[in-house]
């Protein structure tokens, strides 16, 4: 008999159609810490020592600190259309890296953090948390309808399938939760740094959003920031890709003079303040909340053939992905022919 797969650090979940505890198991069965011995370049997804850098910088640098603080604001407002209590929110951090955004998102509620390298959790251990799991974004070691908010942070980039991993954080989040996405925006802005960070894509607004709505998603909000550095960004990139050099690429994550670090943090705060009232047109990364649609369990419910292959089937249908926009929705009727395709006429009464 094959070995159990290793889910993590501290949590055992179980998927589809399985009773799941979401309790941590004893300390004693946390694996030990990461050995010296233990040091590969490069896990399939950064290299280690972006890692060790990430962790280093994370509570400080510019970037990370900006970012984290639109997340959190972005988050606030999510959770105001899920009233429940703090105590009872269960909210899943994908990708949590070396832990600081899964720190800052336990002020809203219980937080897991999951990644697929070890490195990346040995660092989150070191910030104190201990709600980690390791496994793949696109396999994703819980039940269904588990997290009232589900965050993506820089996350799909890195994957190769990045529809399977949107099936799977659709799978997880909660009938009406949200999830939180930001990304790299567009292509031509491609750099050393995504080959250093192992990045597959940057990403088009229409794109992203198109992709979320063919997983089942409702896209409530989308905007680009990083807007005021647009244009700075743009030249360095095409300055860099004159210029390109060497075997390794390396990031752009270096330590900057304190007074350039601050005068960027104070940038990207007014950004957060317009992103407060607008959307911004241009930038070099989006953000985007997007809601898992309530009526997609009442389908599921009243057709069961749609359970847990529903993602597909939206992909190789474009009639519910359509039809999920009209206001009656949930009152769609199957085809005789076809039960699995909906006709698109309101039933009467």
Sequence with gaps: MPAAPDWGIGWTFQRKGQDVS??????DNFPAPLGDSWQPRWNGIMDIDEYRRMFQL???????VGRRAL??????????????ATSERWLLDAGCGTGANAEMLRAFGRVIGTDVSPEALHWSRQRGLSHLARCRVEKLCFADDTFDVVTALDMLEHVDDDLAALAELHRVCKPGGAVIITVPAYGFLWSPHDEALHHR????????????QAM???????????????????????????????????????????WLNGLLIRLLGIERWLISLFSLPLGVSLICTAR???????????RPE?????????????????????PHAP???????????????????
């Design 306 to 326: 749609f359970a847990y292959d529903f993602p597909q089937r939206v992909l190789d249908d474009a009639y519910i992905n359509r039809l999920a926009n009209e």
């Design 201 to 212: 894509r940057r990403y088009a607004p229409r794109e992203l959003r198109d992709k979320l």
């Design 216 to 258: 089942g998603f409702e896209v409530e909000r989308l905007s680009h920031f990083m807007c005021g550095l647009f244009l700075p960004v743009l030249l360095l990139r095409f300055w860099q890709s004159l210029r390109k050099q060497g075997v390794r690429p390396q990031s752009d994550l270096r330590p900057l003079p304190t």
């Design 22 to 27: 979401p309790l941590p198991r004893a300390a």
């Design 58 to 64: 994370e509570t400080t640098y510019w970037w990370f």
């Design 71 to 84: 997340v959190r604001d972005w988050v606030a407002a999510a959770l105001r259309r899920q009233p429940a």
């Design 292 to 302: 898992k649609r309530a009526w997609v369990r009442s389908l599921v419910q009243r």
């Design 331 to 349: 009152g769609l009727e199957f085809s005789r022919r076809d039960p699995v395709r909906p006709t698109g006429h309101e039933r009467d009464g």
